[in-house]
């Protein structure tokens, strides 16, 4: 991995980016939906003419030495990676860039971090890759409760401090990101196995705390099922709850932490379950007349226990969109794998459900396929498409997406309806036609998870308007139809509105006790989550 900066506007880091090739082959398609040859693009401001305030606060001596105000340091920490942060940074919004970003080296620096928060009254944001997509990494202070926001910034804590070979399991702390935890990992032939599409740039505890999904379809994908035990410092301090393969012992600890999006404590480190690396691999593209098709396959691989490695299928929008099909078929990217055994009988299967609701196996019992052909290039467009949002935005482009659960039996209408909000709100907002398509996901027994993307021609001046309308348009929708306002990218501030209705308000009243008791002045990311 390049140890240059990570970027303060953009992903990944500083002189990365699409090439020119890649970039033509983005706007290309852009230019022919919306018909047109050029963009209304605004330049982004380099980083030394952005206007910061004065810090409001100091630390003290004792916290010196891992803490900065420094004016990259606090810019790169002002907002995570959602399309609104992308716009408000555009325009030079970096209202919310915090005082000061503390790199803490250890537990005993996150307490002492804790301590002086508490004392200034300030805010407290956790920090891993800061690639959150939904306002979960943004510094909030109103002057009144919080005269100031400090980040903190766990990156010094990415180490896998042990492993057991004997129960396949590993003690990783917090900060560590996703390359630095497999290379340390790989010398025991062993793999944490989760790849988000924010891998690169992205922590085990931003993962932990945000109940982050990986990119295999089926089975282990969720970090959920990763964690054997954690490690939580908070406000009251450390909560370590025992390794256990699994207990009956009432509700479970790890579960109040995995998913609390930094509003309980700051995870420091986890043991987490391991698998053998992959050694036999099957992958093949299907082709299906129709988006509907692929999906009664889905659900017929998915109810035969098949467990695919990946399993998505693209509508045909969204296959001709990321160059793997020439927009009249949707297609099915199908892989299996295994670190102990050849996965070719589970793979002919699969391609016999894939037979029975009309798809046509395109290749098939390749070792290598996944990296070939269809899903050669939609493996591809999925690495580079990050970097996309960085020069759209300029463009005055509204790309983002959104992500959901259904169960099967509602999948069908429930789709139909998201899209065709989404398509309206998007007309109404900008007065031009945009584009709504949907992939899978993930893929249960019991219904899939779609993740939906829209692409429409916004107008500078009124980007976070537009987007705002549409969102609201989708999330409403998916709330309306019975899902959930996301199925792995969490809740954060963007999502609040609708978690607040799908959630239980009995449910809500609990979590805020716990809230209270460990974070009883309401330090740690206020407004993401749940309100103190
Ligand atoms: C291009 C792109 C692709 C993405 N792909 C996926 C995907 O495939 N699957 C998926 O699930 N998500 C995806 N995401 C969303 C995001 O990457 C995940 O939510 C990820 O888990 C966040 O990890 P992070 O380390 O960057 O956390 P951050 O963004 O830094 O933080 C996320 C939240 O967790 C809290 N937090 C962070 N670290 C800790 C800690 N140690 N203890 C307590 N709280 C903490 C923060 O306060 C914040 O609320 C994607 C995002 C982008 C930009």
């Known amino acids: 991995m390049s140890s240059a900066r990570l970027k303060h506007y953009g992903w990944g880091r500083e002189g990365e980016g699409m090439t020119t090739d890649e970039r033509q082959f983005v706007l290309g398609r852009y230019r022919a939906r919306f018909a047109t040859d050029t963009f209304d693009t605004?330049?982004?401001?380099?980083?030394e003419d952005l206007a910061l305030r004065t810090p409001r606060v100091t630390p003290p001596a004792s916290l010196a030495a891992f803490?900065?105000?420094?004016?990259?340091?606090?810019?790169?920490?002002?907002?995570?990676?959602?399309?609104?942060?992308?716009?408000?940074?555009?325009?030079?919004?970096?209202?919310?860039?915090?005082?000061v970003v503390a790199y803490p080296r250890n537990e005993a620096e996150i307490s002492a971090v804790m301590d002086w928060a508490g004392g200034v009254s300030a805010s407290l944001t956790p920090f891993g890759g800061g690639s959150s997509v939904c306002g979960g990494v943004e510094p909030r202070v109103d002057g009144i409760r919080y005269k100031a926001a400090i980040t903190l910034d766990l990156r010094n804590l990415s180490k896998v401090v042990e492993v057991d070979l004997t129960s396949r399991a590993a003690l990783i702390e917090g900060g560590t990101y996703g390359p630095a935890l497999e290379n340390q990992l790989k010398p025991h032939g062993l793999s944490l196995r989760h790849f988000p599409q924010s891998f690169e740039y992205s922590t085990l505890g931003g993962w932990i705390a945000t109940r982050s999904g990986g990119h295999f379809a089926s089975l282990y994908t969720h970090i959920d099922d990763f964690v054997e035990s954690l490690r939580v410092v908070t406000p009251r301090g450390v909560v370590e709850t025992r390794?256990?393969?699994?207990?009956?012992?009432?509700?479970?600890?790890?579960?109040?932490?995995?998913?609390?999006?930094?509003?309980?404590?700051v995870i420091s480190r986890a043991w987490m379950r391991l698998q053998p690396r992959p050694k036999f691999r099957s992958g093949a593209s299907v082709r299906f007349p129709s988006f509907f098709d692929a999906a009664r396959a889905v659900r017929a691989v998915a109810q035969a226990g098949l467990y695919p490695s990946n399993c998505r299928i693209l509508d045909p929008q969204e296959a001709f969109n990321t160059g793997v099909a020439d927009g009249s078929v949707a297609i099915m990217v199908l892989g299996f794998e295994s670190g102990d055994h050849a996965p070719d009988a589970r793979m002919a299967r699969a391609l016999e459900c894939c037979a029975d609701h009309r798809g046509t196996p395109e290749q098939a019992d390749a070792s290598d396929a996944h990296r070939e052909g269809a899903a050669g290039i939609w493996r591809n467009a999925f690495i580079r498409m990050p970097y996309a949002r960085e020069f759209l935005t300029p463009a005055g482009l509204i790309n983002d997406t959104f992500e959901t659960a259904i169960t099967?039996?509602?999948?069908?209408?429930?789709?139909?309806?998201?899209?065709?909000?989404?398509?309206?709100?998007?007309?109404?907002?900008?007065?031009?036609?945009?584009?709504?398509?949907?992939?899978?996901?993930?893929?249960?027994?019991?219904?899939p998870a779609p993740?939906?993307?829209f692409h429409a021609l916004g107008r500078h001046g009124a980007l976070l308007e537009q987007w705002q309308a549409i969102k609201n348009a989708a999330g409403d929708a998916l709330i309306a139809a019975g899902g959930t306002i996301?199925?792995?990218?969490?809740?954060?501030?963007?999502?609040?509105?609708?978690?607040?209705?799908?959630?239980?308000?009995?449910?809500?009243?609990?979590?805020?006790?716990?809230?209270?008791?460990?974070?009883?002045?309401?330090?740690?990311?206020?407004?993401?989550?749940?309100?103190?």
Not at 42 to 47: D, H, K, S
Not at 489 to 500: F, K
């Open 243 to 265: 390794r256990l393969p699994g207990s009956g012992a009432g509700p479970s600890p790890d579960r109040l932490f995995i998913g609390s999006e930094g509003t309980l404590g």
């Open 451 to 453: 993740y939906f993307s």
């Open 408 to 447: 099967w039996d509602r999948f069908e209408s429930f789709h139909d309806s998201v899209k065709a909000a989404t398509e309206r709100a998007i007309l109404e907002a900008t007065g031009v036609s945009g584009e709504v398509t949907c992939r899978f996901t993930h893929i249960y027994p019991d219904g």
């Open 67 to 99: 803490c900065t105000s420094e004016r990259y340091d606090r810019l790169a920490h002002a907002h995570g990676k959602s399309y609104p942060d992308y716009v408000r940074a555009m325009l030079g919004d970096y209202d919310c860039a915090p005082d």
């Open 486 to 532: 996301t199925h792995h990218h969490a809740v954060g501030r963007d999502h609040r509105p609708w978690y607040d209705r799908q959630r239980p308000a009995l449910f809500a009243a609990a979590l805020r006790a716990a809230k209270r008791e460990l974070d009883p002045q309401g330090m740690l990311n206020p407004g993401v989550l749940i309100d103190p």
């Open 42 to 47: 605004m330049a982004v401001p380099r980083l």
